[in-house]
């Protein structure tokens, strides 16, 4: 078993005792402790267990470990809500020959945000300007330097990608566009401020997209999965059945493109404005 990558990421992943690898776990649910005591958990890191209980979506579980911890002790946990299978059961069917690429990226949400965070910057330079009749010099510094640093959070809600074709991974990021084949895939993690493709390899270097998970928080309060965690469990689904991915590689202009440096431009200028004649 082993827990998720980050506060973001909180589920048990239980794991074939063969599997020693943790490439396919075939369950995954949130637990508890049996005696309600809180632990530090020991993310990414497989261990030992003995499960109890019908190994089906649904079913009552109950899981016997050690805790991971330096000075390991007894660890019962039991499912806090319904267990939910992680891959489908049984070989899985291939696609259809020329099958297309699968694109995962923000929802509707995530870009309505970006639209909103984007016009507040402009509607605020332009009030400044235009209907306050600006603001003191040494007060300036402060709103330019949240509008330079929104450019970031602003890009990635609004473009972040991950599209799998035949060909691997292309992710999107704020600046650029990286490609990792299947054969090097190593993992994908949900961190707490993202998602971070791991490629196996000397010297190779995988993705981070940063800015693509919401506050556990608010996601909780709308009772819904993040796209992000879509993302990571289609990935994860591709890389251990091959039968799965695509046949077709995509088009450049399908993969998506990065907007970070053009919206840096905007916001500099936005900035520039503000400090000159604000």
């Known amino acids: 078993m082993r827990e998720g990558g980050g506060r973001n990421d909180r589920r048990t992943y239980v794991f074939a005792a063969d599997d020693i690898e943790g490439r396919r776990p075939f369950l995954g649910c949130y637990t508890r402790l049996a005696d309600g005591e809180s632990r530090s958990p020991v993310h990414n890191r497989l261990r030992e267990a003995v499960l109890f209980g019908p190994p089906h979506p649904g079913g009552g579980l109950v899981l016997v470990s050690s805790d991971g911890q330096e000075a390991p002790r007894l660890c019962v946990e039991y499912d806090a809500g319904p267990a939910r299978q992680e891959y489908p059961d049984g070989p899985s069917e291939p696609p259809a020959s020329g099958a297309a690429h699968m694109s995962l990226g923000p929802g509707i949400g995530s870009r309505l945000c970006a639209v909103l965070g984007q016009g507040i910057l402009i509607a605020f330079v332009v009030g400044d300007l ?149």
């Open 130 to 278: 235009a209907v306050l009749g600006g603001i003191p010099l040494g007060q300036r510094v402060f709103p330019v330097i949240f509008i330079l640093g929104s450019t970031v959070l602003i890009a990635t809600q609004s473009s972040w990608r991950i599209t799998a074709d035949s060909a691997g991974l292309w992710a999107v990021g704020v600046r650029r566009v990286r490609h990792i084949p299947w054969d090097e895939l190593s993992q994908v993690w949900l961190r707490d401020r993202g998602i971070r493709i791991d490629r196996s390899g000397e010297g190779a270097r995988g993705a981070e997209i940063y800015g693509v998970v919401a506050p556990a928080w608010l996601n909780r309060r709308f009772r819904r999965r993040p796209e992000a965690l879509r993302a990571v469990d289609g990935i994860r689904a591709l890389q251990a059945d091959p039968a799965l991915r695509p046949t077709r590689e995509s088009a450049p202009a399908g993969r998506g493109r990065p907007v970070g440096l053009p919206l840096l431009v905007v916001n500099t200028a936005l900035a520039l404005a503000l400090l000159v004649f604000g």
